[in-house]
């Protein structure tokens, strides 16, 4: 990549983190406060109703539970209450380690010992490669399921003789529509009635989560008492990455070959242009004199005219011989297709021929023609002729 296009690319990318900044700025600010505001409120009313709690008691106690639901600590569970519910049962930890390797990291539960953070470590390292090759491989297979299965469909088009351009089309949108419908809108469905979250909620968490983002506001199977509930969400989570990366590398092929065949474009274009320049200053250097030379990287070499029969004189002309069909050949990588590239015939002399009926062109006079020892030499008409009988010998 070139110089210029990287800052290009960066000043973009700057650009749009500053006005992302903007947004969320107007947009979350307000909220914030307004939710300050309340806590401070609500803390003033707790020590008006219990004078004998100080200020410094009530916020280290505000801080440390601040910090427990920060590691996994749900308020609605009481501690002398029997609960089977554990943040590190092994679902739970299942999806934990899932959350690992697919980088998305929500954050609700975080690990608090120096064991656990030194062994995250390692499997971090391992992990993140081989998740990244088995994503490449369902991806893969994925996608060509799902190309399989609309090709079927392109074929119906086809059979109703629909373009071929428009049914390209109908096949990307298909594929489009077919990977949302499957791991966007059936989920964010299913999270609304097993979650109890909203619409909006339930595409947020999965957007955040497919893109890897990982908030952690919202994470499914926080509060399900279910080892079996939080691994399915994994699957889905891997199936679902695995089609954004089938789609993403659908688009990196797309404008890779795109790329390829506007630079063939172009070659084709500058390499015809080249020669149409070379055959003219040719053409104009034999008719009015002497031109600049062109370097001989660039010389173009001019061809001979068609070569023609000659008939003669009183014959009518013979037809010319059928020409034989030739195979048709490959196309080339060039899209544009110029007719007549090759301007040498151009010429008066070529014209003078075609009005001519491509005759021979005749010796110059007053000069003799080279003599060719393959000729049979003219026979005696004069006096020592012996076919000459009045004569005598």
């Known amino acids: 990549m070139r110089s210029t296009t990287l800052l290009a690319l960066l000043a973009l990318v700057l650009l749009y983190l500053v006005s992302g900044a903007l947004v969320f700025q107007a947009l979350e600010q307000p909220h914030e406060q307004q939710a300050q505001r309340e806590l401070g409120e609500v803390r003033e009313k707790f020590l008006r109703a219990h ?21 996994g600590a749900n308020p609605e569970i009481n501690s002398t209450g029997h609960s089977n519910y554990s943040a590190w049962d092994l679902g ?16 609700n539960a975080a690990l608090r010992t120096d064991a656990g953070r030194l062994f995250c470590i390692f499997y971090a390292l391992v992990g993140i490669p081989l998740f990244g090759m088995l994503l490449a491989g369902v991806g893969d297979r994925l996608g060509s399921s799902l190309r399989r299965g609309i090709g079927h469909i392109e074929a119906i088009f086809l059979k109703w003789h629909v373009p071929k351009e428009l049914v390209r089309i109908l096949s990307a949108v298909l594929f489009l529509l077919v990977g949302c419908l499957l791991f966007v809108l059936a989920p964010t469905f299913v999270f609304c009635y097993v979650e109890g979250w909203s619409k909006l909620e339930a595409i947020y968490f999965v957007v955040v989560t497919l893109t890897t983002v990982g908030f952690g506001d919202y994470v499914a199977g926080a509060s399900q ?26 688009i990196g092929n797309w404008l890779r070959a795109v790329s390829r065949r506007t630079r063939a474009e172009m070659g084709g274009f500058t390499a015809q242009a080249a020669s149409w320049t070379g055959t003219v200053t040719a053409r104009v250097t034999q008719r009015g004199g002497p031109a600049a030379p062109l370097p001989p990287e660039k010389q173009q070499p ?11 004189a009183g014959r009518p002309p013979s037809p010319a011989p059928p020409e034989k069909a030739e195979p048709p050949s490959p196309p080339t990588a060039s899209a544009l297709d110029y007719p007549s590239e090759n301007l040498a015939f151009i010429d008066e002399s070529s014209d003078t021929q075609s009005e001519r009926g491509c005759a021979l062109p005749l010796p110059p006079r007053g000069r003799r023609r080279p003599h060719n020892p393959a000729r049979k030499p003219p026979r005696p008409r004069g006096p020592g002729s012996p076919r000459d009988k009045n004569v005598p010998v």
Not at 95 to 105: A, H, M, V, Y
Not at 303 to 312: D, G
């Open 225 to 250: 008492n279910s080892a079996v509930y939080q691994p399915l969400v994994w699957f889905w989570i891997l199936f679902g990455l695995a089609y954004f990366a089938s789609v993403l590398t659908t």
């Open 302 to 312: 001019l061809l001979p005219p068609p070569p023609c029969t000659a008939q003669p």
């Open 51 to 71: 004078p004998c709690v100080s200020d410094q008691d009530l916020g280290l106690f505000i801080q440390e539970v601040a910090d427990a639901l920060g590691g």
């Open 92 to 107: 739970s930890a299942f999806f934990f380690s899932g959350t690992i390797i697919t980088t998305i990291g929500y954050g």
